[in-house]
């Protein structure tokens, strides 16, 4: 089975910095995997990773949705040099993080802190999800949240892996090993049921 994996930092592969397995990794050794997922990315660029895929080339797609609070950077100040995180869009906590990074860091903070709207970011990021639902609908797809996705757009086939987070915040897509065993073994479990029927 091939699978297509796309989304943000909890789906990506942390191998390129780190010699410890994620959930991806566990996965991949069960499937044919192409990774597409880029820590720290937007949900645009989660819609780009997909549009630039031929998708019916996949049996399967996971994708892993961000927040709607990241903004998409076609040219990121922050993490430029960062293998893992080279592609990044703007957060507020990555941006007071960086502050000293670069010099119109404080203006980015300013931004989020006077002129950051949560009603349109919601907005935005559904309409981005809407199409992003339209892209792969034909093939069976698995749509991850790993943050409160309350109140967003409302995909077929949504696990909300929020309360697992909490609970196994680690070093490997922001899990530690248990909560990578669990989110593999859940969406393993998807998988091999749509396999059978």
């Known amino acids: 089975m091939k699978i297509l ?17 994620g959930w991806v990794n566990f996965l991949s050794q069960d499937y044919s995997v192409t990774n597409i997922a880029q820590a720290g990315c937007s949900e645009y660029k989660i819609y780009l990773q997909l549009s630039n895929n031929k998708i019916d080339d996949f049996d399967y797609v996971i994708i892993s949705h961000t927040s709607p609070n990241r903004w998409y950077t076609p040219n990121s100040l922050i993490h430029r040099d960062n ?34 709207d949560l009603e349109y970011a919601n907005f935005v990021h559904s309409l981005i999800c809407k199409e992003i639902a339209e892209l792969v609908n034909s093939v069976p797809t698995i749509h991850l949240s790993f943050f409160d996705y309350t109140g967003l757009y409302e995909f077929n086939r949504m696990i909300n892996f929020n309360q697992i987070f909490l609970e196994n915040r680690g070093e ?3 899990l530690n090993e248990v909560g990578n ?7 393993k479990e998807i998988i091999e049921s749509y396999q059978l029927g």
């Open 172 to 174: 490997i897509n922001h």
């Open 5 to 21: 994996i796309a989304g943000d930092s909890f789906a990506a592969d942390w191998t390129v910095t780190n010699k410890q397995l």
């Open 181 to 187: 065993r669990l989110v593999y073994q859940r969406v």
């Open 83 to 116: 293998k893992l995180h080279s592609n990044s869009d703007y957060i507020y906590s990555d941006i007071v993080a960086n502050i000293g990074k670069h010099h119109l860091m404080p203006a980015l903070k300013i931004w989020f802190e006077n002129f950051h």
